[in-house]
């Protein structure tokens, strides 16, 4: 199984899916970027996403989580999908983690990249799985890793770069 990112050149996130765009809730960026799955094994009832920061870890002391979704039955999603929704469900991103003032409503889907240090490494991860999620919009990551044992027929990552505002 392949994801690929809509929207990165040469390794890098394009500008509109972070801080250097010009789509915010507040300062949280809230474009996000489409991408592709291929390959998906036989036997995929849905598909499950994670978008985050392990670059974070020296500034928040843990990885920033971006967007996480699941029960997603198609093998993509278009640009700016976490807005306009989907047949998908979406959980809470790191915006709600007390390093910023957004409540668990507002930090539902994608908020995308405004590393405040330097240039960040970015990691998108795409998990086949066997049976749809007992998941509602806004659940937390740690109850999508629980929900999502013994269900992964395969997984695959893709990576992308983001800097500061200049």
């Known amino acids: ?5 809509l ?4 390794g890098i996130l394009d500008d509109r899916f972070g801080c250097r765009g010009s789509e915010f809730r507040e300062d949280m960026p809230t474009r996000s970027f489409g991408f592709l799955v291929e390959d998906v094994p036989p036997g995929t009832v849905c598909l499950a996403g994670i978008f ?3 670059d974070s870890v020296p500034v928040s002391g843990f990885f920033w989580i971006h967007w996480c979704f699941a029960n997603l039955r198609e093998h993509g999603m278009k640009e700016n999908a976490s807005l306009k929704g989907g047949d998908f ?9 007390g390093l910023s003032d957004f409540t668990r409503k507002e930090a539902l889907g994608y908020g995308g990249p405004a590393p405040p240090d330097r240039e960040h490494e970015y990691r998108f991860r795409i998990f086949a799985l066997s049976s749809v999620l007992d998941l509602s919009d806004g659940f937390y990551l740690n109850e999508l890793m629980k929900k999502i044992r013994g269900k992964v027929l395969a997984h695959a990552s893709a990576y992308a770069m983001y800097s500061p505002r200049v």
């Open 1 to 5: 199984m392949e994801v690929r990112i």
């Open 52 to 54: 985050d920061d392990p």
């Open 7 to 10: 929207g990165v050149e040469n």
């Open 89 to 97: 469900v979406q959980g809470t991103n790191s915006w709600h983690s």
